[in-house]
């Protein structure tokens, strides 16, 4: 039997407030990644809630036993489009999408129990008026806050390109408290309709959400100053880097001044033992002055002007400390990327190896460098000596032998690997420290 036409109305109007806001707030955050253009993007969004609705109206006017599969087919639908439509890392899609479900579910509570108190007639009924009315209040109420939130501050943390390990868990955190809710919401014995005319509950709700909330809100935080540390690490490099140019820079000065100032009383004892005739003791002072000029220091080791700038600096330290240094392989002048991140890689990797070296007790101290372009890919190595044990965390990354967390400059390397597609592998092997850095260019 067909069901009257303002009953339909009233069921398309509460399935795409059920549907509509959440799936734009979700999709907001990552609105600069999407796999498709926008228009495309929103075509499909406008299909899966055409087919959302039409579901709902079939699972709410028949009788079909298969109400069940088909709500889970729903949701399955809605998860599925979105994790298409989204190129990012799943751990910050899975995020988003239960911390909206904890939202939606207050809401849905939240407004069941409004509509008891001001129609409690009608809200025994499914998908009525008065569901839709009290729903767009409440989500008004709630909705609006929320877009400002994820806007300002929750949009800036997904952004931030950190390790992936960090957003294998976070999602942890709301699924934790979706789980409360679903324990509460279903574990009463009372059905979810009863459940949600009691003002209690929609208080508890309410607790949780903020509880939930405090917690997001302190993840992002952390998230930001965790980025700003990677930052200073950044800036902390570059300025090693422009450091190095200055102080080369200045040596060369002094030894040009050197030169010239020397250069003159060389000469004029030249000039006379030329004039004398003495050519043997010219000869024989020549040899001696060729002798007695200093080793030329700039030694080149490849190409490029950063790297060869950090292999310098670093092969000085590992001689001053006795530290046995070796670079191979011809890095090119242009490398396709940034400076600043070729000199935090570098520099971080070269540092770490150095004071690995400089803590072993033993004799045998060494350092190997490598670097290669291999078409499009940037592949650099750095191995070295090593005593103790490596300790690692949960999550396999190395823990710094400075401090009690992971180690800050190994993140900064990995961060910038993943910006360029690439990865950081560590590993031992034959009493060797190794660390590959891999980047596509």
Known sequence: MMPP???IIETIAYSLLNFLPYLLLALYPFRKHFRYSLPVTGMLAAMVASLQTALWLWVSFSSTELKGALSAFNTASYFLFYFWSVKIHPGKTLFTLLMLSNVAN???ICSKCLEGQLF???AVQTYRWSSSVVMSVVQILILIPLFLYIRNVYSKAVEKNLSSSMWR???LIPATFYLLWFYHLYGSGQSSLEVALQPANALFLLCINQGAFLIYHLVARLIDEYAKNIGLEQQNHMLLLENLQYVNLKNRIEETRRAEHDL???MALMTAYLEDGEYDRL????NEYRNSLPEDSHVVFCQNHTANLLLSYFARQA????VGFAAYGNLPTDLGIAESDLSVILGNLLENAIQACMAQKGAERQIVFRGKMEGQCLLVTVDNTFEGELRQGPNG???STKRGGSGLGLESVRHIAARYGGMLRTECRNGMFCASVLLKL
């Open 283 to 286: 000869k024989a002072y020549l």
């Open 169 to 171: 868990y976070l999602w």
């Open 264 to 266: 003159r009383h060389h």
């Open 397 to 399: 990354a190395l823990l």
């Open 319 to 322: 001689a001053d400390a006795g």
């Open 120 to 122: 409690p007639r009608l």
């Open 5 to 7: 036409l303002y009953r």
């Open 106 to 108: 207050l809401v849905v």
